[in-house]
């Protein structure tokens, strides 16, 4: 399988990260001795079952190491066309597989073993759309104190993760709810209210499971989706604030 690595996006002067990043793109950032997209990188080579990357938004002066086949494309302005441009690009490379992932390059504790247990997860389900969330417990287990934002449904709360699977030929940016979605990811209410705001009274109410939530989306977005619990909570533990950083700096120093 394919994977399109999101690399784009610099932290303004306002944003938590500047004071670490000062002006440099978040990717760089390095953490535990080398660049986040490194960590990245590292774990899709050590992936028994990761082929080519299509890396969107990295400098072009930013040197990365991969053994195998690596394209670098330019931001396209927000995360929906970084999307789509990476999508053409393993398209227009002949990728075989007619699934990929699309992976943010801020969650450097992931390791090939998880990429290969997801990898195995949308072959076998064939959906769409395959979206990776986390359990709070095994979230706060892994790293406590991460203080990730939880959607709490009837059955578990949860949070998004960062890496998630997709069929190339039904995916794309003209679909409204899914360009909501994408815009949204970072506000699991939002998220939900586009989803409609009966679907936020429930969440709110926790009377909704995790399977009526996949299959709200999937409807929504008219797609054959699948909401995937995983049990790595490395999947949706990104860098969006200093003390996350510290905390997985810590974790990799360790390892």
């Known amino acids: 399988m394919d994977v399109i690595l999101t690399a784009g996006g610099t932290p303004a002067a306002d944003d938590p990260l500047y004071p670490l990043t000062q ?6 950032l390095e953490i535990a001795g080398k660049p986040m997209i490194q960590w990245a990188l590292d774990a899709l080579a050590a992936a028994q079952s990761i082929d ?11 040197a990365v190491d991969y053994p195998r ?15 789509m441009a990476g999508s053409r ?19 450097p504790a992931i390791t090939g073993e998880m990429i290969d247990w997801l ?7 064939q959906c769409d759309l395959v ?7 095994v979230m706060e287990k892994a790293f406590p104190g991460a203080k990730r934002s939880y959607i709490p449904l009837k059955d578990m709360a949860v949070c998004g993760g960062d890496v998630n699977g997709f069929c190339l030929a039904t995916v794309t940016d003209e679909n409204p709810f899914y360009r909501k979605l994408i815009e949204s990811r970072k506000n699991a209410l939002k998220q939900a209210a586009i989803m409609g ?10 009377a909704m499971t995790l399977d009526q939530a996949s299959l709200r989306i999937s409807r929504r977005l008219g797609v054959r989706g699948k909401v995937l619990p995983s ?8 860098v969006d604030k200093p003390h996350q950083f510290e905390l997985l700096e810590k974790a990799l120093t360790a390892k």
Do not use: H
Not at 23 to 28: E, F, S, V, W
Not at 52 to 62: H, N, R
Not at 131 to 137: D, N
């Open 23 to 28: 002006g440099k793109p978040k990717a760089l």
């Open 52 to 62: 080519q990357v299509v890396v969107v938004g990295l400098p072009e002066d930013a």
């Open 69 to 83: 086949r690596i394209t670098r494309i330019p931001n396209q302005g927000d995360m929906v066309a970084n999307i």
């Open 89 to 107: 690009t393993l398209q227009a490379n002949a990728t075989t597989c007619p699934y990929a992932l699309v992976m943010a390059s801020d969650i």
């Open 119 to 125: 990898v195995a997860q949308v072959l076998a389900l």
């Open 131 to 137: 979206y990776t969330v986390v359990e709070q417990p």
């Open 197 to 206: 705001f009966d679907t936020l009274l429930l969440i709110l109410l926790r």
């Open 231 to 238: 049990p790595y909570a490395q999947i949706a533990m990104d």
